[in-house]
């Protein structure tokens, strides 16, 4: 798990415990089975022996309970809480799918509540962890992005949206990532204007990313092999502006005086 990771389940965990602490003590004198049978128990019990099993790292069998204490007590007010609990149990399972549904459950029943910021951040968190490398498809990465997004909309001055807005930066550069792994075949195969709409994309909507110094490069490599070297001049050209003595405008600027040497960029 990386840095931001750890810090992303702290913040989601810390949260949530933070606001479980009366809940649970209520039913901290209860005896507490160790079965995981679906019988029938009082509330408090239930919901302690979930609460149980998420602290001692058993997420699966908490998620499970939480889900009855809201199946078996439906009109409680322990059942809107096991409801939030189930889906940051599931998630601290890993099982991602069941996170986002059982929190987007959670938002249409309680779409006003005050923890509705919190479900929110569980659900772009859980489209986040799954992000893959850039040698897959990027659906998961866009629902990421999306959810991160309408978290920082929604709730601009809480914690999670400051944590969603360093995630969103990761984010894009993840996909900008993407379209430079593929612009840079296309390169390879020579489909040159198809590379070129590639690089383009990158410069225009990931402009603040790690790639976009190189995609400018490559947009000044694929205008020289579509002969049309004055617009690599004029790509060559804000790679100097914008990145002075990056190492992509060095080299595009060798690039242009070999092959466009009386339009070489000032």
């Not at 969603?164 to 593929?182: C, F, N, T, Y």
């Not at 080299?251 to 009386?262: F, I, N, S």
Request: with cysteine; net charge neutral; hydrophobic share 35%.
């Amino acid at each position: 798990m990386t840095t931001n990771s750890r810090i992303s389940r702290s913040l989601a965990l810390g949260t949530l415990a933070a606001s479980t602490v009366f809940l649970a003590a209520c039913g901290g004198g209860q005896s507490r089975p160790t079965d995981t049978a679906y019988v029938a128990r009082d509330v408090e019990s239930l919901y302690a022996q979930a609460k149980e099993d998420l602290d001692r790292g058993r997420p699966n069998i908490a998620a499970a309970l939480f889900d009855e204490v809201e199946r078996q007590h439906p009109y409680s007010p322990w059942a809107r809480r096991a409801q939030l609990m189930s889906a940051f149990s599931y998630y601290v399972a890993g099982d991602y799918n069941k996170s986002i549904q059982a929190s987007q459950r959670f938002l249409s029943i309680h779409p006003g509540n005050k923890d509705a910021p919190y479900a929110y951040y569980l659900i772009a968190l859980s489209y986040y962890e799954q992000i893959s490398d850039v040698q897959r498809d990027q659906k998961i990465t866009e629902q990421a992005l999306t959810a991160l997004r309408e978290v920082n909309r929604r709730f601009p001055q809480t914690q999670y949206a400051s944590d969603a807005r360093l995630k969103i930066d990761l984010v894009q550069d993840h996909l900008a990532g993407k379209e430079m792994e593929i612009g840079r075949y296309y390169q390879r195969s020579g489909k040159w204007i198809a590379a070129q709409i590639r690089f383009q994309n990158v410069v225009d909507t990931y402009q603040t990313t790690s790639h976009a110094p190189e995609a400018l490069y490559r947009l000044v490599e694929s205008s020289l092999a579509l002969g049309i070297p004055a617009e690599a001049v004029k790509y060559a050209a804000v790679l100097g502006a914008n990145y002075p003595g990056n190492e992509w405008y060095e080299k595009a600027y060798e690039l242009v005086q070999d092959h466009a040497p009386g339009l070489t960029p000032s």
